[in-house]
């Protein structure tokens, strides 16, 4: 390819990027830049006849042989490229911050064409071994296409010694000091639910004076949130347990810092041994055993999170705040010694032992090799799915039959006939009827040797210890030990998957592959913003990174497509039947009046289905305002303020500030957001307590309060013609199956807005639609996490808003 290229796009007077030099020392070294330029992305460089062969990675390399990374390759660089970091001024091609991710050498590993790096790279198939800090072993580079678009490979990671099975991200799980500085680029809010840290099993206890080792409680793992004495609990999904809890609550108002405390908490005996069915029922008044919460880190102190510093800083830290309270507990450690505090906790009954490295800093919401649980036995949580008739004919079942979701497929683990009483198998059977289901969740017939099956909805997971893991995928020798209700169904698996990986299909076109579905993606680099210049490659990775936030806002809503297939300013369509989808995508079948058929609506339930969408061009999500579960009920109701052209965004502002005046006087929360276009929607929580009609005239009157503080200024005029130039007040949104842009979602406006969540604090003066894009909004979500999900939860009561508004009158 040579140099040309490279010089062709540079101006080297404006740019600090070294010249275009031939250099044929051919060293085999290599380099792994971190590149945030338009979009942040990885480049590899290796060093190949006089120059650097070059690739676009990006979502960065993996250690993972299951992540197949999309690398885009791109011209030759020099070999003084080797060395380059810094900034390339705005205006250069490539503009932004580069640095140096990982460098070293590479060695070129034999393949059908030899050990000839350049045969094998004309070949589409580079076999390669890196020596760098944190990329290490054995790799393929292998291009997945031809003709146009031969410049897209994979890269792959090799199954050897430095391989790992867990999740790998570039950003956050390299083992060097680049943790640090992510931790210390992440910013906690003390008053919302953050995702805690989170262990990867084991095998084996070692001793390491590198390490530390603290006793595992069987509990509910439990962060506490303390602000000027105000104190909320929450599980590790984000459940509050402020009532059921309300002893540990009280106490932690004692503590006079603003913090927020990570630990677990537990029902032990008089031995101090915990007991989790009783943590379970836990009742103050009649459970036999005491409440305790072990605290054991610590993510936010007095203004100032904690979580860049290392383990042992942070836990220094606990012994002085939790100084004086009963119920709570500093859970201490040994250094070291590992198999020292294992068999002690074995012996004495405990579950095993969480070793943690000393000098690890908190990475929230990731499972992390830094963590990792030790357990004397294997022990798993698995979904009942079912169970057999009891082979005597009795009223109590024979076994429960477990299942664990390998991507949306739910996959058979065995049955588990033993461990619990007889009053146990009594309350699961009351329990179980109640969700009994003609349909067999497995799609497929069970190995169960003549007993008779009864299925259920796959709701509920308990906990079983079992000896080991068949050839065959099953549990061997499972025991009950209890259900949970601390986790969720989906997050059931032997082994989940969250990150995206490009693979192959039969027609060389690209896919990405999330949690075991495989999206199709085309025409990535199609610009579907061009005054911004950001493609449909943005979108998806948006939707990508942020799928996390936006989901619960879209599972079990059916979806209004609109799609732009070929951008903003060329024609678009609204889709809501569906009918020639893959077969992993859920559809509802609705009822439609209009059309007098029934429509196969498309539900959003998953990673895979955000991203095909997008594939699609669904730029924005329109999802209803009520699930399937209770379509006629809304989940929430939506003050619509609908700017006409005349207005400025100053002027929405000021409607939006009336709206909240209104609001408080009937004491309910409303919660804002941008629209994405050029206005705001004030969405209040209903959860699904009135009907559509309800929750239109409840609207409408709030509107009709904010219209008499801003006569001049607002109408509810609905047409056009009669707006005059006012700001309409729109309440008609909240119909049945009328759709609104997701909190979280795109919009097809120049420069890629985001109906982005707001806090009513930040509507003021200055506030600008295009403050929050596709480039802004994941940064704002990792410092502020998901301020909107109120909308989700507790609903309001009309009667008690209708009061207070009478009573203001």
């Known amino acids: 390819m040579g140099l040309n290229e490279y010089i062709k796009k540079r101006e080297f007077n404006k740019t600090p990027e070294p010249p275009g030099d031939l250099d044929k020392s051919n060293g085999l070294r290599f380099v792994i830049q971190r590149h945030q330029a338009r979009h942040l992305h990885y480049d590899l460089r290796l060093e190949m006849e006089g120059v650097l062969k070059s ?96 410049n897209q490979w994979l890269l792959i990671k090799k199954t050897d010694k430095y391989a790992t099975q867990l999740h790998y991200d570039a950003e956050i799980f390299a083992a060097t000091p680049q943790s640090k500085t992510v931790a210390s680029e992440i910013s906690l809010n003390i008053d919302q639910f953050v995702k805690p840290m989170l262990a990867s099993p084991a095998k084996n206890i070692f001793k390491d004076p590198q390490w ?27 459940v509050m347990y402020n009532t059921k809890f309300a002893l540990l609550q009280n106490e932690l108002q004692n503590i006079p810092h603003n913090c927020i405390l990570d630990g677990e908490v537990v029902i032990v005996n008089k031995q101090g041994k915990p007991n989790f069915q009783k943590l379970q029922k836990y009742d103050p008044n009649k459970t036999v055993g005491e409440l305790r919460y072990y605290v054991f880190d610590l993510l936010h102190l007095n203004g100032h999170d904690t979580i860049a510093l290392s383990l042992l800083e942070r836990k220094s830290l606990l012994p002085d705040i939790l100084e004086g309270l009963k119920h709570v507990y500093y859970c201490d450690h040994i250094e070291g010694m590992g198999p020292t505090l294992y068999n002690r906790a074995i012996a004495a009954g405990m579950e095993g032992v969480i070793a943690k490295k000393a000098d690890s800093t908190y990475t929230p919401g990731y499972r992390s ?15 009942i799915c079912g169970y057999t008739e009891s082979e005597s004919g009795g009223s109590i079942f024979g076994s429960l039959i477990l299942g664990m979701y390998k991507g949306e497929k739910l996959v058979y683990v065995g049955n588990c006939g033993s461990g619990f009483s007889n009053k146990e198998q009594r309350e699961l059977l009351k329990k179980l009827k109640a969700i009994e289901t003609d349909i067999n969740p497995f799609a ?35 025991v009950y030990k209890s259900l949970r209700n601390d986790k969720e169904p989906a997050e059931i698996s032997p082994q989940t998957v969250k990150e995206g990986s ?25 610009v579907y913003w061009p005054d911004a210049g950001y493609t449909k490659y943005d979108l998806i990775d948006y939707y990508l990174n942020i799928s996390d936030i936006i989901l619960p806002y879209l599972i079990d809503r059916p979806q209004n497509l609109h799609r732009h297939p070929n951008g903003i300013r060329n024609a678009s369509f609204y889709q809501k039947d569906n009918e020639t989808l893959p077969e992993w995508v859920k559809t509802e079948e609705i ?42 009920r809304p989940t929430y109701t939506v003050i619509d303020i609908d700017p006409s052209a005349k207005n400025t965004f100053e002027d929405v502002i000021e409607v939006a500030l009336a709206v909240k005046e209104v609001l408080d006087i009937a004491n309910i929360e409303g919660y804002p957001k941008t629209s994405g276009s050029s206005g705001l929607h004030i969405y209040i929580p209903l959860d699904n307590k009135y009907s559509f009609e309800e929750a239109r005239d409840f609207t409408k009157l709030l509107c009709y309060f904010v219209q008499e503080k801003l006569p001049k200024f607002t109408t509810m005029e609905r047409a056009l013609t009669k707006r005059k130039g006012k700001i309409y007040l729109d309440y008609l949104q909240n119909r049945r199956g009328q759709t609104l842009a997701a909190p979280y979602c795109v919009r097809p406006k120049e420069g890629a807005p985001v109906s982005a969540p707001l806090l009513w604090s930040e509507l003021t003066s200055g ?9 802004t909004m994941p940064e704002r979500i990792k410092k502020m996490g998901d301020i909107f999900s109120p909308v989700l939860q507790t609903g309001i009561s009309m009667e008690a808003a209708i009061d207070n508004l009478n009573s203001e009158k």
């Open 55 to 150: 690739w676009a990675v990006p979502k960065g390399p993996s250690l993972n042989p299951t992540d197949k990374r999309l690398a885009i390759m791109t011209e030759d660089h020099p070999v003084k490229y080797l060395s380059f970091q810094g900034t390339i001024p705005k205006g250069n091609y490539g503009a932004g911050v580069m640095s140096i991710w990982d460098q070293g050498t590479y060695s070129v590993l034999k393949s059908e064409v030899g050990s000839d790096p350049v045969k094998q790279l004309k070949n589409g198939d580079l076999k390669i071994e890196f020596f760098g800090e944190k990329i290490k072993g054995s790799f393929a580079l292998v291009r997945t296409a031809r003709g146009e678009e031969k």
């Open 369 to 383: 090799e830094k963590w990792l649980k030790i357990k004397d036995s294997t022990t798993e949580e698995a979904i």
């Open 502 to 526: 490009v693979s192959n299909s039969k027609k060389n076109s690209s896919t990405l592959e999330v949690d075991g579905f495989h999206v199709p993606l085309t025409n990535l680099e199609k």
């Open 212 to 238: 530390v080792f603290e006793l595992k409680w069987d509990g509910y793992r439990m962060l506490s949130h303390i602000k000027n004495g105000e104190v909320s609990l929450y599980s590790r999904n984000g």
């Open 767 to 775: 506030l600008s639609i295009l403050d929050f894009t596709i480039k």
């Open 444 to 478: 497929k017939k069970l190995p169960l040797k003549g007993r008779i099956p009864h299925f259920v909805a796959p709701k509920l997971i308990c906990e079983v210890k079992f000896s080991e893991w068949t050839k065959n995928g099953l549990m061997r020798h499972p």
């Open 591 to 632: 009822y439609s009046k209009s059309s007098k058929k029934n429509i196969a609506y498309l539900l959003c339930q998953n990673v895979a289905t955000l991203l095909y969408m997008a594939n699609l061009g669904c730029i924005e999500i329109n999802p209803w305002n009520a699930t399937i579960q209770n379509l006629e």
